[in-house]
């Protein structure tokens, strides 16, 4: 199985790093995907990646909520990591809490398709309270081959249809999926399971049992048998077929 979208390089995780690695290996999470935030996150994320080099795969990107003023020369000065990562990410939109940087958002956003687009990267997207926004942009870059996963998602069987109407891409599916009364099992059981990938968002939205807990990759095991739940196949379907989806994605890593 993989981990899609996993922030084990932040300080949540720095006690017990080899630990929380090594219980992902266990339950037979192979690789776990790090998306950037900043350019303070840089170092880090690529410092794991370094010491699990055929298991933590590094990403850059600027996150939305992480957008201010000055987007564009930190974007330049991340540039020059576009080589040595598997994605563009984590990008997007989130008005959720706060808009005043929307303008500079979806500068930001567009900045990064074209990234994803120049140097046929798949992008990982973030979006929150900003969907006609971002399918805009979406319009304004598709183009043959864009691909990538439109992260945490927990939208409606009509948000979903929006976005999938995106061949190269997949909705990641974390442990939100796995919370009481969540309208999610609905949604999914419209949505094929080849267009689904799994995450964890670690160290946030822990999937029940865990819920209240730091997240971690070997959780999406909890998130895989959820998924083998509502869609009414073995495990081992889930984790070959969104497998083959993740390679789709991301080719052979």
Not at 12 to 32: H, N, S, T, Y
Not at 116 to 134: S, T
Request: net charge negative; glycine share 6%.
């Amino acid at each position: 199985m993989v981990d899609t979208h996993s922030h084990i390089y932040v300080e949540d995780f720095e006690q017990d790093l080899d630990d929380v690695v090594q219980r992902a290996l266990q339950v037979g999470i192979d690789k776990i995907f790090l998306p950037n935030i900043n350019e303070e996150s840089i170092a880090p994320m690529f410092s794991l990646a370094e010491r699990y080099p055929n298991t933590c795969y590094p990403m850059i990107g600027l996150h939305p909520e992480d957008v201010k003023e000055n987007w564009q020369p930190v974007l330049e000065r991340m540039a020059p990591y576009l080589s040595k990562v598997i994605a563009v990410g984590e990008a997007g939109l989130d008005f959720y809490w706060d808009a005043t940087y929307k303008k500079e958002q979806i500068e930001a956003f567009e900045y990064q398709l074209s990234w994803a687009k120049e140097h046929r990267l798949p992008i990982v997207i973030h979006m929150r309270k900003a969907e006609p926004e971002l399918l805009d942009a979406m319009e304004r870059h598709k183009s043959e081959g864009l691909k990538g996963i439109f992260h945490c998602f927990s939208g409606s069987t009509e948000t979903a249809t929006r976005l999938l109407k995106y061949e190269g891409f997949a909705l990641g599916i974390g442990g939100v999926l796995t919370f009481k009364n969540c309208h999610l099992s609905d949604t999914l059981q419209k949505v094929p399971l080849e267009r689904i990938v799994l995450e964890t968002d670690a160290p946030y939205l822990a999937p029940v049992p865990h819920r209240g807990k730091r997240n971690e990759p070997s959780f999406v095991y909890n998130v895989a048998q959820k998924i083998a739940e509502i869609y009414g196949v073995p495990l081992e379907e889930v984790n070959s077929t969104t497998n083959t989806t993740v390679e789709n994605i991301f080719g052979k890593l």
